[in-house]
């Protein structure tokens, strides 16, 4: 049946064999996230009233946050949100590649949101000195900030996987290692991940420390040679993984898997945006 044909017999919004017409996936998806809600909720309300009261002697947010560049990862995480709803539309069309191109923007601007939260939360302990034990302020932050960075974390490890499960052969194929193929995937992805944090992260902080670009570009050489060699070594070994191997496994009929990551994926976004609201704008009104 061609992808046409399959996509005007599949409706991808509700299912008949269901009491709800909804698919399973999607109404258990929808659950998970109202109970998120509320954890959210109960986070939120507890920096909000903690700020109405600071205690005497506090640190000033003013003074901490960095607005620009929360700023900045703010709208990648909204452009993430972008990619997210094109990989669905893709999906939904049959388009396999379409998906899997916007599934890896998706993971990379993820990850640059990671790596700005990860640098954020370093500068505000070293320089800040604001932890999570000394004041109220550090407490409800980063107990806030980092119960999301965990949820985008979760999310981008959702994506790889369902990036790498994109690869499975059709039922007939001739792969027979197919799993442990898709698995060593797998763990390139994860480790190509890691290393482009870990050298952006790097180079960052080579700049911060030093005078100059030049003598920020060499410490960076310097102190991550070993996992830049590392990371082209991962970036090899996922486009190799990643060759065309024959049809997948992966067409419109999964449609509902990709959308369930989706609704996961937005609803993270629009929690950020709630809390790029209440913890760092609400200072500056």
């Not at 703010?74 to 191109?101: D, E, H, P, Y």
Request: charged content about 10%; aromatic content about 12%; overall charge neutral.
């Amino acid at each position: 049946m061609s992808s046409h044909s399959a996509t005007a017999t599949i409706d991808h919004h509700h299912d008949p064999t269901t009491s709800t017409g909804i698919p399973n996936k999607k109404l258990l998806m929808w659950a998970f996230l109202a109970s998120d809600c509320m954890f959210f909720g109960t986070l939120i309300s507890t920096h909000l009233i903690y700020r109405l009261h600071p205690p005497a002697g506090g640190l000033d947010p003013k003074v901490i946050f960095s607005p620009e560049l929360t700023s900045f990862s703010t709208f990648i995480l909204l452009m993430s949100s972008l990619m997210m709803a094109l990989a669905v539309t893709a999906i939904q069309k049959g388009n396999v590649k379409s998906c899997r191109w916007s599934l890896l923007t998706t993971i990379f601007f993820g990850l640059i949101f990671l790596g700005c939260q990860v640098y954020e939360f370093d500068h505000f302990v070293h320089e800040r000195k604001m932890t999570i034990s000394n004041s109220l302020l550090g407490t409800t932050f980063y107990t806030l900030t980092g119960t999301h960075g965990c949820h985008v974390a979760i999310g981008v490890l959702w994506l790889v996987l369902m990036y790498v499960r994109s690869f499975k052969p059709a039922a007939g194929s001739t792969q027979r290692t197919w799993f442990s193929h898709q698995l060593l995937h797998s763990v390139a992805m994860l480790g190509l991940l890691l290393l482009v944090l870990k050298v952006t992260l790097g180079l960052v902080h080579g700049l911060q420390v030093e005078p100059t670009i030049g003598a920020g570009l060499g410490h960076f050489v310097k102190h991550e040679f070993l996992a830049m060699i590392g990371l082209v070594v991962a970036l090899g070994a996922c486009v190799w993984f990643a060759r065309p191997r024959g049809p997948v496994d992966f067409n419109e009929v999964h449609a509902i898997d990709v959308e369930s990551m989706g609704l996961y994926w937005h609803f993270v976004d629009i929690v950020w945006i709630i809390i790029f609201t209440a913890v760092y704008l609400l200072e500056y009104l």
